[in-house]
C-alpha cells in the first residue's frame, strides 16, 4: 500500500480592503447632477461680485473686473443683521422645542405598553402626509386668533407642531432598540424612569438627536411660506422673507440682489455641510431600529 502524500494547498490570493471604482459613466453621471445643482449656487454668488452693466451685457461672463461694493453694502446693513438675528432666534428655539417635545413623545410611544398607543404613533406618522402649505390658511386663523401675529412665537410653534411627526419618526427605532436588560438593570440600582430617560436614554439616542436637531434648524431657517402669511412688520421679517423684500425693493439693482441671496443662503450651506455626516449617521441608525 502506498501512502498518500497530501499536497500543501495553493495560497489564497488576499482581498484587498479598497472598494472597486465601479463603472466610469456613473462618475460621468454623477459629475453631471453634482455640476447641475452646484451651477446656480454659483452663479449667484459670483454674479454678487458683478455690476448691473457687466450682467446685462453678458450675463454668462465672471466679472470683470470684481466688484466687491455689493457685499459690502448688504454686510454693513442693519436690516440685514435683524434678519439674520430672527431666523437665528426661530431656527434656535424651535430646534431646542422639536427635540425636547419629540424626544418625550418617543420615549412614552417606544418604551411604554398602553391600547393607544399604536393608534398613537399612527397618528404622527399620518402628519407626514400634511405638509404645511395645505394647513397654511387654518393656521393663520388660530395664529391671529391667539394673538400672535407679526411675532416670532406664531412661526415658532407651528413648526414645532409639523416638525414633530418626522422626529418621532426617527426617535422611535432609536428608543426601541435600547434593551430591556439595561432598564432593568438601572432600576435595580434605584434609578427612577426619569432618571433612566436622562443617563441613559438621552446618551444612547444621541446620534437620532442631533439628526432630528439639524433637520428641525435647517427646515426652520429655510422656512418662506408660514412668515410670508404670519409677519407683516419688517422688523419681524426672517432671512428667507428679507430676501424677498429686498429683491422688490432693489429690483432694478440685481447685482445687489444676488449678493444679498448669496449672504442669505450661505449659513444653511455651511450648516448642513457640516453636519451632514451626522445626519447619514443618524437616519442610518433609524432605519438599523
Do not use: C
Request: no cysteine; net charge positive.
Amino acid at each position: 500500500m502506498t501512502a498518500s502524500i497530501a499536497l500543501p494547498r495553493p495560497p489564497r490570493p488576499r482581498q484587498s480592503g479598497k472598494l472597486p471604482w465601479g463603472s466610469p459613466a456613473i462618475y460621468f453621471v454623477g459629475i453631471v447632477v453634482i455640476s447641475l445643482m452646484l451651477a446656480p449656487i454659483a452663479y449667484i454668488i459670483i454674479g454678487g461680485f458683478r455690476t448691473n452693466s457687466q450682467i446685462t451685457t453678458d450675463p454668462s461672463a465672471l466679472p470683470s473686473p470684481w466688484v466687491f461694493t455689493n457685499y459690502a453694502d448688504v454686510l454693513v446693513s442693519s436690516t440685514f443683521w435683524g434678519e439674520v438675528l430672527n431666523s437665528t432666534v426661530a431656527a434656535v428655539v424651535t430646534t431646542v422645542g422639536v427635540v425636547a417635545l419629540g424626544l418625550m413623545a418617543s420615549y412614552v410611544l417606544a418604551r411604554y405598553r398602553f391600547k393607544a398607543r399604536g393608534l398613537l404613533y399612527a397618528m404622527f406618522a399620518a402628519g407626514l402626509m400634511f405638509p404645511m402649505t395645505v394647513a397654511i390658511t387654518p393656521l393663520y386663523l388660530v395664529v391671529r386668533n391667539l394673538g400672535l401675529m407679526n411675532s416670532l412665537g406664531g412661526i415658532i410653534l407651528p413648526q414645532i407642531a409639523f416638525a414633530l411627526p418626522t422626529t418621532i419618526i426617527i426617535l422611535v427605532p432609536f428608543l426601541r432598540a435600547i434593551p430591556d436588560e439595561i432598564e432593568e438593570a438601572a432600576s435595580i440600582d434605584g434609578a427612577s424612569r426619569l432618571g433612566f430617560f436622562w443617563r441613559m436614554v438621552v446618551p444612547l439616542a444621541l446620534p437620532g438627536v442631533i439628526t432630528v436637531g439639524i433637520l428641525a434648524f435647517i427646515s426652520s431657517w429655510n422656512s418662506y411660506i408660514l412668515p410670508l402669511f404670519i409677519l407683516n412688520n419688517e422688523a419681524a421679517f426672517t432671512l428667507p422673507l428679507g430676501v424677498q423684500a429686498f429683491a422688490s425693493q432693489y429690483s432694478v439693482d440685481t447685482a445687489k440682489v444676488l449678493a444679498f441671496t448669496s449672504l442669505s443662503m450661505i449659513p444653511a450651506l455651511v450648516f448642513f455641510s457640516i453636519f451632514e455626516r451626522r445626519i447619514v449617521g443618524g437616519l442610518t441608525g433609524a432605519v438599523k431600529g
